[in-house]
C-alpha cells in the first residue's frame, strides 16, 4: 500500500513533459505531418483544439487532485467546529474561504445549513460559506486559468471571494434569522464525530478518486465546448458580441446577471461559452457576470433551500448576491 | 439481524450507494437490512451534514461520498457480526 505515493511522484515529471511539449507537438502535427498552410482558418481553429484539449485536461488533472487531497483535511463537521464562535467579518472571510476547499453537492445544502446553524454559526457566516461554495469552483478555475491565463484566474477566485464575504455580512447585519423556517429550530442535532484514520495514502487516494469522478464527468463537455470555441474563433466576425456585451452597453451587466440565474448549468459547460463570447468582443465583466450567475446563483438549489429559508430570506440572499455580481461586472468594465 | 443506514434526501449518490450496499450485503452474505432514511429531520438528528451518509449498527461510518467497493466491504465486514 505504501507505494501509492510513488504513483503521484513519477507521474509528476511526465506530466510536466507533457505539459511543456504542447506547442511544439501541436506545431508538429499541423504543420509537419498534416502539412496545413498557415494563417488559413481552418488551420487556427484545429490548432487551437489540438493544443487546448490536451493542456486543459492535463491542468484538470492537476488541480482536481491537489484539491481532493486538500479537500481529505476539512470536513463539515471539523469546519462548523472552526466557525462556531467567531465574529462577523473575521468569520465570513474565513468561512468564504473554507467554502472554496469543502466539497458539497446542492441535495446536501439542506443538512449543512442547519447543522451550521444550529451549532451557532451566525447566519451571516453560513451564508458566506453557502455563496463561495459553489461560486468558486475548480472546474471553473482550470478553464479560467488555461484559456486564459493567470491573471484572470486569479480575478475570479478573488471576486468570488469578495462577494461572499460582503454578502454574508450584509445578510448577518441585516438580523434576519426570524426568517429561518420555525422547524429547525426545534430539531434536535446531533453532533457525529466520524472516526477515520486517515493515512496519507488515503489522502492520495482521495485525490485519485477526485479526477476519476470529476475529470470521468467533465471531459466531453470540455472537448465539445472547446471545439466550439474553436469553430468560433476561426468563423464568427471579430467584434459580433460587442454591440450587445461589449463595454458601451451599460445595461449588459444586469441582464446577463437576469438571464444567468434561471440557467443551471456546470462550470465545464459555461466556461467554452464565456471563452467564445470574449473573443468576440464582450467585455470581462459583463461575461464574468453572466458565468458567476449561472454557476453561483441557482434556481434548484434555491428552491431546495426553501424548506429551511422563508421567501423573505430567500429573495434578500438572491437579491444582495445579484447585486454583488452586477458591481464587480461593472468595476470590471471600467477597470479593464 | 444487522442494521445498515443510508442517508439522503434521494439524489444519485445516495441510491448509489444504497444499491451499493445491498449488493454487498448479498455478495457477503451477511445477515442485514439495508435501509434508506430520506426525512431531513432524520438526517440532521443522525448528525451528518453531508450526504450520502452511511451508519452501520448505530454508528456513523462516513458522510458525502461513495466509497469504492473494496472500502465498503471492509466497513460492512468491520462493522458487522
Known amino acids: 500500500m505504501k507505494n501509492k505515493i510513488l504513483i503521484p511522484i513519477l507521474a509528476l515529471p511526465i506530466w510536466i513533459f507533457l505539459y511543456a511539449s504542447l506547442k511544439s507537438t501541436t506545431d508538429f502535427i499541423i504543420y509537419s505531418f498534416l502539412n496545413l498552410e498557415k494563417e488559413s482558418h481552418f488551420t487556427n481553429a484545429l490548432w487551437f483544439f489540438i493544443y487546448e484539449v490536451p493542456k486543459v485536461l492535463l491542468l484538470l488533472t492537476f488541480i482536481v487532485f491537489i484539491i481532493g487531497i486538500i479537500r481529505t483535511y476539512f470536513s463539515p463537521e471539523r469546519i462548523r467546529k472552526?466557525?462556531?464562535?467567531?465574529?462577523?467579518?473575521?468569520?465570513?472571510?474565513?468561512?468564504?474561504?473554507?467554502?472554496?476547499v469543502t466539497p458539497f453537492c446542492s441535495c446536501s445544502a439542506i443538512p449543512l445549513f442547519i447543522g451550521f446553524v444550529q451549532a451557532g454559526v451566525p447566519l451571516g457566516v453560513t451564508f458566506s460559506f453557502l455563496i463561495s461554495a459553489p461560486m468558486i469552483n475548480e472546474i471553473a478555475l482550470v478553464l479560467l486559468l488555461g484559456l486564459f491565463g493567470w491573471q484572470?484566474?486569479?480575478?475570479?477566485?478573488?471576486?468570488?471571494?469578495?462577494?461572499?464575504?460582503?454578502?454574508?455580512?450584509?445578510?448577518?447585519?441585516?438580523?434576519?434569522?426570524?426568517y429561518i423556517e420555525d422547524w429547525v429550530g426545534n430539531l434536535t442535532v446531533g453532533e457525529t464525530?466520524?472516526?477515520?484514520?486517515i493515512l496519507f495514502t488515503n489522502r492520495i487516494d482521495s485525490g485519485m478518486t477526485a479526477v476519476?469522478?470529476?475529470?470521468?464527468?467533465?471531459?466531453?463537455?470540455?472537448?465539445?465546448?472547446?471545439?466550439?470555441?474553436?469553430?468560433?474563433?476561426g468563423y464568427v466576425p471579430e467584434n459580433f458580441m460587442a454591440g450587445i456585451m461589449g463595454k458601451s452597453a451599460w445595461w449588459s451587466v444586469p441582464v446577463s446577471v437576469l438571464i444567468g440565474v434561471p440557467m443551471y448549468s456546470n462550470a465545464a459547460g459555461i466556461i467554452p461559452i464565456v471563452q467564445a463570447l470574449l473573443s468576440k468582443g464582450?467585455?470581462?465583466?459583463?461575461?464574468?457576470?453572466?458565468?458567476?450567475?449561472?454557476?453561483?446563483?441557482?434556481?434548484?438549489?434555491?428552491?431546495?433551500?426553501?424548506?429551511?429559508?422563508?421567501?423573505?430570506?430567500?429573495?434578500?440572499?438572491?437579491?444582495?448576491?445579484?447585486?454583488?455580481?452586477?458591481?464587480?461586472?461593472y468595476v470590471f468594465n471600467i477597470v479593464y | 439481524m444487522n442494521r445498515i443506514k443510508?442517508?439522503?434526501?434521494?439524489?444519485?449518490?445516495?441510491?448509489?450507494?444504497?444499491?451499493?450496499?445491498?449488493?454487498?450485503?448479498?455478495?457477503?452474505?451477511?445477515?442485514?437490512?439495508?435501509?434508506?432514511?430520506?426525512?431531513?429531520?432524520?438526517?440532521?438528528?443522525?448528525?451528518?451534514?453531508?450526504?450520502?451518509?452511511?451508519?452501520?449498527?448505530?454508528?456513523?461510518?462516513?458522510?458525502?461520498?461513495?466509497?469504492?467497493?473494496e472500502t465498503l466491504i471492509h466497513w460492512i465486514r468491520e462493522n458487522t457480526n
Open chain 1, 82 to 100: 472552526i466557525l462556531g464562535g467567531k465574529s462577523l467579518f473575521a468569520g465570513n472571510i474565513l468561512s468564504s474561504l473554507l467554502g472554496i
Open chain 1, 152 to 178: 484572470t484566474a486569479l480575478m475570479y477566485v478573488t471576486t468570488g471571494l469578495i462577494i461572499a464575504i460582503v454578502s454574508g455580512y450584509v445578510i448577518g447585519r441585516l438580523k434576519l434569522e426570524k
Open chain 1, 193 to 197: 464525530e466520524i472516526e477515520e484514520k
Open chain 1, 212 to 233: 476519476k469522478e470529476i475529470v470521468g464527468k467533465v471531459w466531453i463537455y470540455i472537448i465539445l465546448g472547446i471545439a466550439v470555441g474553436a469553430g468560433i474563433h
Open chain 1, 282 to 329: 464582450a467585455s470581462l465583466g459583463t461575461v464574468l457576470a453572466f458565468m458567476m450567475s449561472v454557476i453561483g446563483l441557482s434556481l434548484p438549489e434555491m428552491i431546495i433551500l426553501r424548506k429551511v429559508l422563508k421567501l423573505p430570506l430567500i429573495i434578500t440572499f438572491a437579491g444582495i448576491v445579484a447585486a454583488g455580481i452586477i458591481i464587480v461586472g
Open chain 2, 6 to 69: 443510508v442517508y439522503g434526501t434521494g439524489c444519485a449518490n445516495c441510491k448509489k450507494l444504497e444499491a451499493m450496499c445491498i449488493e454487498t450485503v448479498a455478495e457477503l452474505k451477511i445477515d442485514a437490512s439495508v435501509e434508506k432514511v430520506t426525512e431531513i429531520e432524520e438526517i440532521v438528528k443522525s448528525g451528518i451534514m453531508r450526504t450520502p451518509g452511511l451508519e452501520i449498527n448505530g454508528k456513523i461510518i462516513s458522510a458525502g461520498k461513495i466509497p469504492t467497493k
